[in-house]
């Protein structure tokens, strides 16, 4: 799009601080686990990103970002069309950088220093109006942590196997009686568990795997109405209300 490469391994050892590769996705596009020598930025403009790593899953709307530190291995994958910028941030940029993976604010002027400074040359000149326009980049960078729609992994395999489960099925009636017997544990146990493995309980891990299908499948164009019933919810009132007190704002409102 650009004329750059969409190779992330040709943006590891630039001799500037900053790169930033642009790349559009298709919808279910995805990119196995890998990791890279520089901390990263993840960012769509438009559709959604799930980004998982060993430490659990995000799912990372447009006017948010997915910050990753260096050397971390994840996997991402698209729901609906992604436009992704990416910035790649050497050691010694000058920025502070998140030691844990953290979904932050984009704001609109991030937002379009970021498209720029995809616009430019790997090897920009410092000294011009380029290397101005990537110092401010760097300035407005400075990670503003926002509340995530993140699913943590336990380490328990009977847990992790429940997890996987609801992540597949969230639409379905997860009671603890019924997470219990699937985890092939006592109630007491489960719920005593899951909270020490995951720092939920129970039901708000299935709620958060409800809204995380949500946003995918609203990210995809799925109508609200269908939306409601793929994660369980009898009415889409009762789904959009629900969206509402989690996220702050309609369904048909979040991509806007």
């Known amino acids: 799009m650009y004329g750059k490469s969409e190779d992330r391994d040709d943006y590891q050892d630039v001799p500037r601080p900053l790169a930033a590769m642009a790349r559009d996705l298709a919808d279910g596009h995805h990119i196995p686990p890998h990791h890279h020598r520089r901390a990263q930025l993840i960012y769509g403009t438009t559709g959604a990103i799930t980004v998982t790593t060993e430490h659990g899953s995000w799912v990372v709307p447009a006017t948010r970002g997915a910050w990753l530190p260096a050397g971390l291995t994840h996997a991402m994958t698209c729901a609906g069309a992604v436009a992704m910028r990416t910035l790649y941030i050497a050691e010694d940029a000058t920025v502070r950088l998140p030691a844990e993976p953290t979904v932050v604010s984009v704001s609109p002027l991030l937002r379009e220093l970021i498209d720029e400074a995809t616009r430019l040359p790997v090897e920009y000149d410092t000294e011009g109006r380029d290397g101005v326009l990537m110092s401010l980049l760097l300035h407005e960078l400075a990670p503003h942590p926002v509340p995530a729609l993140h699913l943590p992994t336990p380490a328990d395999p009977h847990l992790d196997a429940l997890c996987a489960a609801i992540r597949e099925r969230p639409g379905e009636h997860w009671t603890t009686p019924r997470a219990a017997a699937y985890a092939h544990l006592s109630a007491r146990s489960l719920q005593r568990g899951f909270a020490a493995s995951t720092g939920m309980s129970l039901a708000r891990w299935v709620q958060q795997a409800r809204l995380i299908h949500a946003v995918t499948l609203l990210a995809r164009g799925v109508p609200v109405t269908k939306v409601s019933g793929a994660v369980g919810y009898a009415t889409p009132s009762a789904?959009?209300?629900?969206?509402?007190?989690?996220?702050?704002?309609?369904?048909?409102?979040?991509?806007?």
Do not use: C, D, E, Q
């Not at 789904?239 to 806007?256: C, D, E, I, V």
């Open 239 to 256: 789904f959009t209300a629900m969206f509402r007190r989690a996220l702050g704002t309609r369904p048909t409102a979040y991509f806007s």
